[in-house]
């Protein structure tokens, strides 16, 4: 199944989907709380005035909407990794725990240490995250294959506990809780430019490495004895895999809180158009990903008007349905 | 081979075999179960020696005339329905790993839980008005609601237990996410009360309470109790289990009903214990193996001990401060589960 069928096509589907996340970027900052015409959303960046309006575009609406396509790509990217080495269709880093592991390490942050800026947020819940990863995923790659239902039931029951430690910490102490409860929620909101930069490196290198792992994890899907019988080390794919999508996910919650389904939903729609191999589903799944962040993001800002949604609830929403239709299309027995 | 008595009357078609050692470890566990309740009563502001309790537990008179009200009114209450809630977590955990054939299965990740959370945390954020009396039936509704929408998905011309867990933990995850919604907005006072509630504690639970749960217990575990032939049969896959003459489709069915009804009914009166309905079955299973005959009540036993057990360490670790009895749960919870997908990874 595979609708863009030429070499062609795919570079073209990616120039379209290129465009298409440039027209989100724009719609994302053009709509939002305070209504600010079109007319002076292009003023803002031509004709810097210094004026109200001029501020909230630059330092709020263009940093958000730039943090939302970063995260969006990444997680998406993350998905797309996880779900091929463990060749496990049902698999995200939310599914599987790593952003409750994010959450827990960030609660404890704040409860232990007093921890209040999104900066110390972001060290936490990368520790917290790489942990939980390396936990799940690791047990289910190492040591041979899992099958989907295990590795989801173990995922499941991870971020289970995870979150019921955090629940825990959240109890004894309602200042935690009202500082963080926004953040556990997943949100893009009041991101700074300042913030996107210091993790920067983590998701581009997350980014690079895994669209250099494209032709190795296409290998690693026809399963383990084709990936060695075609030379390749597996062992170490593996493990390179593993570091990609601690960098992704890490990343991405560290910035954004646990924002979930996206790395589920994407590859799934990459795998649509583009078919089986990974040097492109990887691509893609990063375009469309942010492409999805984005727009959920605007959807979220707009639905409550002027409250806004957490974007990581929007997405679950739209997410959690879709995994559920695909464990009904996928599991026969 | 097991040595297994066997108890059939002269002519009768019915007999009963039992494991011996399941006895034996049912008893040891009640009695350890016993002791926890009398060690539980016995903790508080107004400490009762073990000895009056029990006294007072038969209604005989002691030494201080206020040891009878204090025993059977305040804290008996208490201790029984950590009791029978963990009971019924740990059999509904013990019905899901049998149908499922996975050992991480528990009523705490196909979303019963995340359902009957939901609704708690919705009446308590949403309608902060309502009286509390009226918890329990909305976490009630909330887990069956969640319960029948995951058969009804999951039914594809059959049942399957792959997609029944699959399509829980979904259904878990927009649970969650409606929750987490109620938590973000919500009054900062309520959510603090809807999370104690989400975590999961038998503090000041009464004689009403136990009076509501019981009858469900009552009807759903001899249910599951009297099943468990053909919960032994499903746990070896529905050809063997046909084959064998169970009607598949129906024993399943009702086994997950007995389940379902068992999670429901403890959460909507303790809220979510965290990981009794996972790990009790696995302890019970190292007791007295895998035959569900003797598996269910030493499982139910184990359950009931664990959270009567876990209650008296919330109370007593960091007195006068309470800890719920679902957070020591969790905490003890963290270590056994990483142990348990180290062993899942291995087999």
């Not at chain 2, 950590?82 to 009523?107: E, F, M, R, W």
Request: hydrophobic share 55%; aromatic share 8%.
């Amino acid at each position: 199944m595979r609708v863009l069928r030429s070499r062609t096509a795919l570079l073209f589907g990616l120039l379209v989907a290129a465009g298409l996340l440039f027209v989100c970027l724009l719609a994302s900052v053009r709509f939002g709380a305070a209504r600010i015409g079109t007319w002076d959303v292009i003023s803002a960046f031509i004709d810097y005035g210094g004026s109200e309006d001029d501020l909230i575009i630059r330092t709020l609406r263009v940093p958000r909407a730039l943090v939302a396509a970063l995260v969006g790509a990444s997680l998406a990217v993350a998905g797309a990794v996880i779900q091929g080495v463990t060749r496990n269709p049902l698999s995200d880093p939310g599914i599987l725990g790593i952003e409750a592991g994010a959450a827990l390490a960030v609660v404890a942050s704040v409860f232990i240490l007093g921890a209040s800026s999104l900066t110390t947020y972001a060290l936490f819940a990368f520790v917290g995250a790489a942990a939980a990863a390396v936990v799940v995923y690791g047990l289910g790659t190492l040591g041979g294959v899992m099958t989907p239902m295990t590795l989801v039931v173990a995922g499941a029951a991870l971020a289970s506990l995870l979150s019921s430690l955090t629940t825990a910490v959240l109890i004894f102490n309602q200042r935690t809780l009202e500082e963080i409860r926004f953040w556990l929620a997943g949100s893009v909101a009041g991101r700074d430019l300042e913030l996107l930069i210091q993790v920067l490196p983590y998701l581009s290198v997350g980014l690079l490495l895994a669209f250099a792992l494209g032709r190795q994890i296409t290998a690693l899907t026809l399963g383990e004895d084709v990936a060695t019988g075609l030379g390749q080390r597996t062992a170490w794919v593996r493990f390179l895999s593993i570091a990609t999508v601690v960098l992704l996910a890490g990343g991405a919650v560290a910035v954004a809180g646990p924002i979930g389904f996206v790395g589920l939903v994407v590859p799934h729609v990459a795998h649509f158009f583009v078919g089986v191999d990974y040097r492109w589903i990887l691509p893609y799944s990063a375009l469309l990903g942010a492409v999805l962040l984005v727009s959920a993001d605007i959807a979220a800002r707009l639905v409550l008007r002027p409250q806004e949604l957490p974007v990581g609830i929007m997405t679950a929403l739209v997410g959690a349905p879709f995994f559920i239709y695909l464990a009904r299309q996928r599991v026969k027995g | 081979m097991k040595e297994w008595v066997v108890i059939r009357p002269r002519g009768g078609r019915v007999s009963l075999r039992i494991d011996p050692r399941a006895v034996v470890v049912f008893a040891v566990l009640a009695l350890v179960s016993f002791a926890g309740v009398v060690a539980n009563v016995g903790v508080g502001e107004y400490p009762i020696p073990p000895l009056d309790i029990v006294l007072a537990l038969f209604g005989v008179e002691s030494g201080d005339a206020n040891y009878g009200f204090i025993v059977n009114v305040l804290r008996l209450p208490r201790a029984l329905v950590a009791v029978l809630v963990g009971a019924a977590l740990a059999v509904s955990g013990t019905i899901l790993q049998g149908l499922t054939k996975n050992d991480l299965a528990a009523p705490d990740i196909v979303g019963i839980n995340a359902g009957a959370g939901l609704a708690a945390v919705t009446l308590i954020v949403a309608f902060p008005s309502v009286s509390a009396a009226y918890l329990p039936p909305a976490a009630f509704c909330g887990a069956i609601v969640v319960a029948v929408t995951l058969y009804v998905l999951a039914w594809r011309g059959s049942s399957s237990p792959t997609r029944l867990i699959l399509i829980g933990v979904g259904l878990s995850a927009v649970a969650t996410a409606l929750t987490t919604f109620m938590i973000t907005f919500g009054e900062i006072y309520q959510v603090s009360q809807a999370l104690v509630w989400l975590t999961g504690s038998v503090y000041g639970r009464s004689w009403e309470q136990i009076f509501i749960l019981l009858p469900w217990l009552v009807v759903f575990m001899p249910l599951a109790f009297l099943r468990f032939r053909h919960l032994n049969a499903l746990n070896l896959g529905d050809e063997v289990a046909t084959g064998l003459g169970s009607r598949v489709e129906l024993e399943r069915g009702l086994l997950v009903l007995a389940s379902v009804a068992l999670a429901a009914s403890a959460v909507a009166t303790a809220g979510t214990i965290a990981f009794v309905g996972l790990m009790a079955p696995h302890i019970a299973r190292r007791l007295v193996g895998p035959a569900h005959g003797g598996l269910l009540p030493v499982s139910a036993m184990t359950g009931g001990t664990m959270v009567v057990l876990a209650d008296l360490v919330g109370r007593t670790l960091f007195a006068p401060v309470e800890i719920p009895c679902g957070i020591v749960t969790a905490v003890i919870g963290a270590p056994f589960f990483l142990y348990l997908l180290y062993k899942t990874r291995k087999t």
